[in-house]
């Protein structure tokens, strides 16, 4: 979802260009400008504007790490062949709305209970990722994070082990926003 909506801002992008500098065809470019300033501000907004809670931030690009680009959609990235392949994999952040390669928070617990009823423990790491690497999970699956004695659950169940395909900046399919530790 994410790859293929930045995959179209760009394209889009450059259409818009070409036609800027052309003379001719921007009535039928128009809505390709149009939607290219949708997408654009949206994610140009989000991630310039929003400042990162930990003031610490992911600056190693697409160099391969367990730390690489917290808040980012793992899996959709690593499903094109590049990378491990994860049943499920996230970032747990310090704020609501940190901005994607935001370093989150060390040492969380995210208590995973699969389908069948087993339950996977998980340390988050220095940046605040987490994962179980493999290509499946048994689904629907459950949450619960753990920090400093207090839990926070998500109350639905889940099929997508990609956390961050919801839980992004401002967050989609009706989550709130990033996951973060309990208070
Ligand atoms: C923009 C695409 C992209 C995103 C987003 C991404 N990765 Fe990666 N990841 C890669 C690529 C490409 C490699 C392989 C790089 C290489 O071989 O040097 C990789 C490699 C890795 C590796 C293997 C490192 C090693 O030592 O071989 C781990 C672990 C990893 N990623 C974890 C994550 C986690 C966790 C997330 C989400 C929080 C994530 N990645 C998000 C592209 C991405
Ligand atoms: C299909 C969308 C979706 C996916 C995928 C998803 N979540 Fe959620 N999550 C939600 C929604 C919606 C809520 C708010 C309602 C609720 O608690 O169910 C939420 C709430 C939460 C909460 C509690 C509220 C908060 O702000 O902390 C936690 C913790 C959480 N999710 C963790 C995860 C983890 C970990 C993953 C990946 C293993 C994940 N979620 C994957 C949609 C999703």
């Known amino acids: 979802m994410r790859s293929a909506l930045s995959f179209f801002a760009l394209s889009a992008f450059t259409v818009t260009v070409a036609c800027n500098g052309g003379k001719t065809g921007s009535a039928p470019d128009s809505s390709a400008t149009d939607s290219a300033d949708t997408v654009d501000s949206g994610g140009f907004d989000t991630s310039t504007n929003g400042s990162c809670s930990t003031g610490s931030e992911w600056t190693d690009g697409n160099h391969g790490s367990s730390r690489m680009h917290p808040g980012r959609d793992c899996i959709d990235c690593h499903s094109g062949g590049e990378g491990p392949r994860f049943a499920l994999a996230g970032t747990v952040q310090g704020a609501i709305h940190d901005p994607d390669d935001c370093n989150g928070i060390k040492d969380v617990i995210v208590h995973v209970t699969d389908g069948n009823g087993d339950v996977t ?27 400093g004695g207090h839990t926070r659950e998500m109350a639905g169940e889940q099929t997508d082990g990609a956390c961050a395909s919801c839980h992004t900046v401002d967050g989609t399919q009706d989550a709130p926003g990033r996951i973060v530790v309990p208070d």
């Open 121 to 147: 423990d998980l340390t988050t790491n220095s940046a605040g990722n987490f994962f179980i690497e493999g290509g499946r999970l048994a689904t629907p699956y459950t949450i619960a994070i753990e920090y």
